[in-house]
Nanobody
Framework: QVLLVESGGGLVQAGGSLRLSCAASGRAVSSTAMGWFRRAPGKEREFVGSICRSGDSTDYADSVKGRVTFSKDNAKNTVYLEMNSLKPEDTAVYYC???????????????????????WGQGTQVTVSS
């Protein structure tokens, strides 16, 4: 069993920054492809970013590309989503997810879909005011 706990959400003004954290237990993030998704009120859960277990491949949704960075700290068994230039439309609950799928040659875009993930965190609220 893998437990994922997100933190770092909050209220921020448009143009501001936040760093979301996802602490994992039960499996090393160095051995796991990870993803961030979000769900805005009244909308479906959508892909934000993904990272291969090696950390050398990342993928981002077009809506956030250039504004977010996905990273891993293997020593802390934690992944991060650094978000800059936040917009009101970034307001959502953000979820961290872990995949047990392993590819010899991982490409982070393989992990754009929710059905690629086996474990999910409870989410952290991000609210961006205009």
């Amino acid at each position: 069993q893998v437990l994922l706990v997100e933190s770092g959400g909050g209220l921020v003004q448009a143009g501001g920054s936040l760093r979301l954290s996802c602490a994992a237990s039960g499996r090393a993030v160095s051995s796991t492809a990870m993803g961030w998704f979000r769900r805005a009120p009244g909308k479906e859960r959508e892909f934000v970013g993904s990272i291969c277990r090696s950390g050398d491949s990342t993928d981002y949704a077009d809506s956030v590309k250039g504004r977010v960075t996905f990273s891993k700290d293997n020593a802390k068994n934690t992944v991060y989503l650094e978000m800059n230039s936040l917009k009101p439309e970034d307001t959502a609950v953000y979820y961290c997810a872990a995949s047990l799928s392993i590819y010899r040659a991982c490409v982070a875009s393989y992990f754009r879909w929710t059905n690629m993930y086996n474990f999910w965190g409870q989410g952290t609220q991000v609210t961006v005011s205009s």
